[in-house]
């Protein structure tokens, strides 16, 4: 079965500009999750998909974040314009249904860089 | 609010010593705990979780934890750790569903294995 798949795997950018990042989850899960982990920390949920739609994007920083499910499949994290305190690893993520019983699969992640 | 403390940031064992790894949480009713392990440049992967019922919890990898509630703590085990163990673990406590993924992250706990 294959896996969370991410891209670009690694993004240098400079401070200001944009950069967007793809995300294509497991066959059949409903669920799509996007993480900040940035070095040193735990991930952080910035928003939650239930096939299309929205369910959590409570820490999304909306000012300057995006993010589309169209067709409850693929998925793209946009920043822009982007900031120094933005470089982290953005973590893509997938589950059956998102409730509570089902495990939360990850993909390897895409590390962006601002300088 | 939800949670959690990793007291211990780097953690050095030799190869076949035993393994505990601590984790304290904070959450107003019963909480879902997890914990995954994150190997350089991959993403997470659960190694096990705790939902209800028997507080000894089995997972992947010889992994095992202990729901403990009168001390708010969930440590992993590892009878006889193995040099591919050497990794990143963190410990998380989850939401209700639907916002399980809107898990909390610990800091995380690095482990090194000596040969």
């Known amino acids: 079965e294959a896996g969370v798949a991410q891209s670009p795997r690694y993004k240098i950018i400079e401070k200001r500009q944009s950069v967007a990042f793809w995300c294509n989850p497991i066959s059949g899960h409903a669920t799509l999750y996007w993480y900040q982990q940035i070095l040193g920390q735990g991930p952080k949920l910035l928003i939650q998909?239930?096939?299309?739609?929205?369910?959590?994007d409570s820490q999304l920083p909306k000012d300057r974040f995006s993010a589309e499910r169209l067709k409850g499949v693929d998925s793209t994290l946009k920043i822009q314009p982007a900031k120094l305190e933005d470089s982290a690893v953005y973590l893509c993520?997938?589950?059956?249904?998102?409730?509570?019983?089902?495990?939360?699969?990850f993909g390897e992640g895409s590390w962006l860089t601002v300088v | 609010a939800q949670s959690v403390t990793q007291p211990d940031i780097h953690i050095t064992v030799s190869e076949g010593a035993s393994l505990e790894l601590r984790c304290n949480y904070s959450y107003g009713a019963t909480p879902y705990l997890f914990w995954y392990v994150q190997s350089p440049g991959q993403g997470l992967q659960l190694l096990l979780k705790?939902?209800?019922?028997?507080?000894l919890v089995q997972g992947i990898k010889g992994f095992e934890a202990e729901f403990k509630r009168s001390q708010s703590s969930f440590n992993l085990r590892k009878p006889s750790v193995h040099w591919s163990d050497a990794a990143e673990y963190f410990c998380a406590v989850g939401a209700n569903p639907p916002h399980a993924g809107k898990s909390t992250f610990g800091d995380g706990t690095t482990l090194t294995v000596k040969p």
């Open positions: 993520a997938s589950s059956l249904d998102g409730m509570s019983g089902n495990t939360i699969y």
């Open positions: 705790y939902f209800s019922g028997d507080t």
């Open positions: 998909f239930q096939n299309n739609g929205v369910v959590d």
